[in-house]
């Protein structure tokens, strides 16, 4: 160890230098928030497991809820469909098709207020021509599904606008303008989170809700590459900034000899 560290030399070049001081670093970082990012959602999906043992709960008891107790509440409504009112939320791809999710209006029984309903996938026009017509079930229904809290804000080009045609294009569910505008519309109150239907209940579409848009396992694969990018950069750097390979291999003493 002591030849070793007796025999090596550095000669640091400035751009090298610099680059390995910044990158490795923040490679190194981006690798922990990756890792930080897995435990989130393996939490998400510990939570979500849990709570879908539940028994559906009615929304009647939820209206004053916090958040993180409603986030995967399984819950049951009983109520009717608007006929001819529904939101069409844009840009949403199943199986390289293009569509649309469809939010129906459902008003609740003994004037319970209304509900947002995600009823699931439909398949749109690619050239979008058209929007697709979906038809509500008819008369009072009980349905089940679980409550969605949205894990942050979305993302837009542009601040959304709400018009009066329906079915009413949405690029976002962003409750905050969604519900007073329900609200204004139906004289009542709107239940703040949307409800995403059970598979197989009255009204639902093509149902395959993801719980995380990726999974912890993914996470842990960007983790495992971004250390891997910062030690074959800082090796990189020892190589090119020192004589470590002539001290490892002993070449630097074989030719001073």
């Known amino acids: 160890m002591s030849s070793l560290t007796q025999g090596l030399r550095f000669d640091l070049e400035w751009r090298i230098t610099l680059f390995t001081l910044v990158m490795v670093p923040l490679m190194v970082s981006l690798g922990f928030w990756q890792l930080q990012r897995a435990q989130e959602k ?110 942050g804000e979305p993302f837009m080009l542009a601040e959304q606008q709400l018009g009066n045609a329906w079915p009413e294009l949405i690029q976002a569910v962003e409750m905050d303008k969604l519900g007073p505008a329900l609200a204004a519309l139906q004289g009542d109150r709107v239940f703040p989170f949307p409800v995403r239907i059970d598979a197989g209940e009255p009204g639902a579409l093509q149902v395959d809700w993801q719980l995380v848009n990726m999974s912890p396992q993914t996470h842990q694969g960007y983790a495992v590459q971004w250390f891997a990018m910062a030690a074959v950069l800082f090796v990189f750097f020892l190589f090119r900034s020192s004589n470590l390979w002539q001290v490892i291999t002993g070449s630097g003493s074989s030719a001073s000899k």
Not at 48 to 77: C, T
Not at 89 to 94: A, C, E, G, K, T
């Open 42 to 151: 393996a939490h998400l999906a510990a939570a979500f497991e849990e709570r879908q043992q539940r028994a559906p709960a009615p929304v009647s008891g939820l209206w004053d809820k916090n958040a993180e107790s409603l986030a995967y509440l399984p819950v049951q409504l009983i109520g009717s469909f608007l006929p001819d009112k529904y939101y069409l939320l844009d840009n949403q791809v199943q199986h390289g098709q293009f569509g649309y999710e469809v939010l129906g209006i459902l008003r609740l029984s003994d004037n319970g207020g209304s509900v947002l309903v995600n009823l699931g996938w439909v398949a749109g026009d690619a050239a979008r021509r058209v929007l697709p017509a979906v038809p509500m079930v008819e008369g009072t229904v009980k349905i089940s599904g679980h409550i969605y809290v949205a894990p």
